[in-house]
């Protein structure tokens, strides 16, 4: 702790300073010239300059326009040299700084993201993780995939204890939804044979035995989320150090916490006030931190534009691929051995409708996690009883997920003003199993149906729910436009939208989301300077947009990441 106080005492030395040079030091003034600069303005313009000045863009558009202002401010010129210029991406929902828990925990996941490929991967790396770790201390591991190793099956109780009898061990699904923990794991959290399930979660039993196997789903492993989810204040510190130079160096400028306790939003906040946090977050309080804010006993001080907490989050359904998410009709092939498995809720339909009500009736945006068809209808219902009793302008409900959104579920969002925030990378690193195994060919071509969502006009918002994969926007781009799966098949080619389309969901529509259009999102003046530099444009060519690097990031007009070989 001695040490704790220490670097925080050394840490806001530093932003004193840094406050101080601030004020004293004239604004910079900077002009962009010399490639396509893509403004994502309402009419998509690509202009020839951008003009900033201080944290804040002051002009764009022709060099004509631009360069008397250049001259007379003795602006510094920035030649761009070809390379294009675009507003910061935006993390539509992500959970920030879950990919820097790779600091501390054995990363499980299969190629292309990792290495493991059979059940005795998983092991190896935890047990290397357990000879790191102190006795009788958790020992967790990330992102292993059942229907990508070798056994498709998870990971049980007895596989985990050939890790450790002495630590317990868990290790979380790739959706997050599941978990599997050993023995001693099971212990700890105090689940045995006797343990009833929990409303919303599921025990996975030896069928002979009635013992639990070892597989814990949604909400039967909130323990074990409580022990993955508060890391120690140093565990912590690396976390958020990994996760912000990921993101920085993929041209993020703005970081979503999509379910954050009040311990994470007060965290992040003292960060992000000693200055010591470079990127902006956005918050999505879980209803306890909704609540502990709306009656005063979580206060967050932070500066908003770098720090904003915004809806609060509820979680409906599960995943998919977890076969968790709630559907209407059954998945094409079943996990067990029920033809007419559709998965379940996490909240019950009545309890979804109280619990919404009761967010909005604090004034709070409502984001909902919603992937199956039947739960996304239940989100719509809740959304639609709420706003009937109690209408509100611009509430801008957010469904996170809508996977499996239908077009009549698509019509009633236009009409209630719903924005569905697409993970469109589903066709990319599952579409070949959602095809086959999950959702069959006809499901499966129409999920996260982004082009029937922009002919109705919806402003719709992209995301990669990193860490469930890598935060890698421009790849979120190209599979929006392409929606290839990794053996190269084309997952619904209906459902392709243009490149501009996409690159609004990660910039000014994210930023609307959000309710901070004002701010962020597009390059234009009186918003802030927060830009990516990219070494070709994204219009160049569509097929390979997800091979396109990022040369520089810039937030508030101060350079935080520039790719090593610049
Ligand atoms: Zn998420």
Same mark, same amino acid.
């Given at each position: 702790m001695r040490i704790l106080r220490r670097l925080l005492l050394v840490a806001v030395g530093i932003a004193l300073l840094a406050a101080l040079w601030h004020a004293v030091r004239p604004p910079q003034r900077t002009l962009y010239r010399g490639g396509p600069i893509f403004t994502m303005d309402a009419e998509d313009r690509v202009v020839e300059a951008l003009a900033v000045e201080g944290d804040r863009i002051v002009a764009a558009g022709s060099e004509d326009e631009l360069w008397p202002w250049a001259t007379e401010h003795g602006a510094r010129v920035v030649e761009l040299e070809g390379r294009a210029l675009l507003p910061g991406f935006v993390d539509?929902? $992500?959970?920030?700084?879950?990919?820097?828990f790779t600091a501390i925990a054995s990363d499980l996941n299969s190629p292309p993201i990792g290495e493991v490929e059979r059940i005795d991967d998983v092991v190896a790396l935890l047990a290397a993780g357990a000879g790191d770790t102190d006795p009788g201390d958790w020992v967790l591991g990330l992102g292993y995939d059942d229907t990508l190793l070798a056994e498709k099956r998870h990971p049980t109780r007895e596989d985990l204890d050939r890790v450790s009898t002495e630590h317990p061990v868990g290790a979380l699904h790739v959706s997050g939804h599941l978990a599997a923990v050993n023995s001693l794991g099971l212990e700890r959290l105090g689940i045995g044979a006797d343990t009833p399930d929990p409303e919303g979660g599921l025990i996975r039993?030896?069928?002979?035995?009635?013992?639990?196997?070892g597989v814990l789903e949604e909400t039967a492993f909130d323990e074990l989320g409580a022990v993955l989810f508060r890391p120690s204040p140093l565990d912590s510190w690396r976390i958020v150090r990994r996760a912000t130079e990921e993101y920085l160096a993929q041209g993020v400028t703005t970081a979503q916490n999509g379910f954050a306790t009040a311990e994470q939003i007060s965290g992040l906040a003292l960060l992000s006030r000693l200055g010591l946090l470079p990127l902006r977050l956005v918050m999505l309080p879980d209803e306890a931190a909704a609540d502990a804010i709306a009656d005063g006993t979580l206060s967050v001080s932070a500066d908003p534009l770098w720090l904003h907490v915004a809806a609060v989050k509820l979680v409906a359904d599960g995943s998919i691929q977890g076969y968790t998410g709630y559907l209407s009709e059954p998945y094409f092939v079943p996990p067990g051995d029920d033809p007419s498995y559709r998965g379940y809720p996490r909240i019950p339909r009545e309890q979804l409708f109280e619990r919404v009500a009761r967010q909005h009736a604090r004034g709070h945006q409502l984001a909902i996690h919603g992937n199956g068809d039947a739960s996304i209808e239940d989100i719509l219902d809740a959304l639609e009883a709420t706003l009937a009793e109690s209408p509100r302008d611009d509430a801008r409900p957010v469904i996170i997920h809508?996977?499996?959104?239908r077009d009549d579920q698509l019509d009633r969002m236009a009409a209630l003003g719903v924005i569905p925030s697409f993970f469109v990378l589903h066709t990319y690193y599952w579409g070949d199993r959602h095809r086959e195994?999950?959702? $069959?060919p006809e499901r499966a071509a129409r999920m996260s149906p982004t082009r029937s969502a922009a002919e109705r006009g919806i402003p719709f918002t992209l995301h990669a729910d990193t860490p469930i994969v890598p935060m890698e926007p421009l790849r979120i781009v190209w599979s929006a436009v392409n929606r290839r799966s990794?053996?190269?098949?084309?997952?619904?080619?209906?459902?392709r939208i243009d490149v501009m389309r996409a690159l609004r969901g990660v910039t000014i529509d994210a930023a609307r989301q959000h309710f901070e259009e004002a701010d962020k999102g597009s390059l234009e003046? $009186?918003?802030?300077?927060d830009l990516v530099i990219l070494d070709r444009s994204p219009l160049d060519d569509p097929a390979t947009i997800d091979e396109i690097r990022v040369v520089e990031t810039v937030i508030g007009g101060r350079s935080v990441y520039r790719a090593e070989d610049e």
């Amino acid at each position: 702790m001695r040490i704790l106080r220490r670097l925080l005492l050394v840490a806001v030395g530093i932003a004193l300073l840094a406050a101080l040079w601030h004020a004293v030091r004239p604004p910079q003034r900077t002009l962009y010239r010399g490639g396509p600069i893509f403004t994502m303005d309402a009419e998509d313009r690509v202009v020839e300059a951008l003009a900033v000045e201080g944290d804040r863009i002051v002009a764009a558009g022709s060099e004509d326009e631009l360069w008397p202002w250049a001259t007379e401010h003795g602006a510094r010129v920035v030649e761009l040299e070809g390379r294009a210029l675009l507003p910061g991406f935006v993390d539509a929902h $992500g959970h920030f700084p879950g990919s820097g828990f790779t600091a501390i925990a054995s990363d499980l996941n299969s190629p292309p993201i990792g290495e493991v490929e059979r059940i005795d991967d998983v092991v190896a790396l935890l047990a290397a993780g357990a000879g790191d770790t102190d006795p009788g201390d958790w020992v967790l591991g990330l992102g292993y995939d059942d229907t990508l190793l070798a056994e498709k099956r998870h990971p049980t109780r007895e596989d985990l204890d050939r890790v450790s009898t002495e630590h317990p061990v868990g290790a979380l699904h790739v959706s997050g939804h599941l978990a599997a923990v050993n023995s001693l794991g099971l212990e700890r959290l105090g689940i045995g044979a006797d343990t009833p399930d929990p409303e919303g979660g599921l025990i996975r039993r030896d069928p002979a035995t009635g013992e639990p196997d070892g597989v814990l789903e949604e909400t039967a492993f909130d323990e074990l989320g409580a022990v993955l989810f508060r890391p120690s204040p140093l565990d912590s510190w690396r976390i958020v150090r990994r996760a912000t130079e990921e993101y920085l160096a993929q041209g993020v400028t703005t970081a979503q916490n999509g379910f954050a306790t009040a311990e994470q939003i007060s965290g992040l906040a003292l960060l992000s006030r000693l200055g010591l946090l470079p990127l902006r977050l956005v918050m999505l309080p879980d209803e306890a931190a909704a609540d502990a804010i709306a009656d005063g006993t979580l206060s967050v001080s932070a500066d908003p534009l770098w720090l904003h907490v915004a809806a609060v989050k509820l979680v409906a359904d599960g995943s998919i691929q977890g076969y968790t998410g709630y559907l209407s009709e059954p998945y094409f092939v079943p996990p067990g051995d029920d033809p007419s498995y559709r998965g379940y809720p996490r909240i019950p339909r009545e309890q979804l409708f109280e619990r919404v009500a009761r967010q909005h009736a604090r004034g709070h945006q409502l984001a909902i996690h919603g992937n199956g068809d039947a739960s996304i209808e239940d989100i719509l219902d809740a959304l639609e009883a709420t706003l009937a009793e109690s209408p509100r302008d611009d509430a801008r409900p957010v469904i996170i997920h809508a996977q499996m959104a239908r077009d009549d579920q698509l019509d009633r969002m236009a009409a209630l003003g719903v924005i569905p925030s697409f993970f469109v990378l589903h066709t990319y690193y599952w579409g070949d199993r959602h095809r086959e195994l999950f959702m $069959g060919p006809e499901r499966a071509a129409r999920m996260s149906p982004t082009r029937s969502a922009a002919e109705r006009g919806i402003p719709f918002t992209l995301h990669a729910d990193t860490p469930i994969v890598p935060m890698e926007p421009l790849r979120i781009v190209w599979s929006a436009v392409n929606r290839r799966s990794r053996s190269g098949a084309v997952i619904g080619e209906g459902e392709r939208i243009d490149v501009m389309r996409a690159l609004r969901g990660v910039t000014i529509d994210a930023a609307r989301q959000h309710f901070e259009e004002a701010d962020k999102g597009s390059l234009e003046p $009186g918003k802030l300077a927060d830009l990516v530099i990219l070494d070709r444009s994204p219009l160049d060519d569509p097929a390979t947009i997800d091979e396109i690097r990022v040369v520089e990031t810039v937030i508030g007009g101060r350079s935080v990441y520039r790719a090593e070989d610049e």
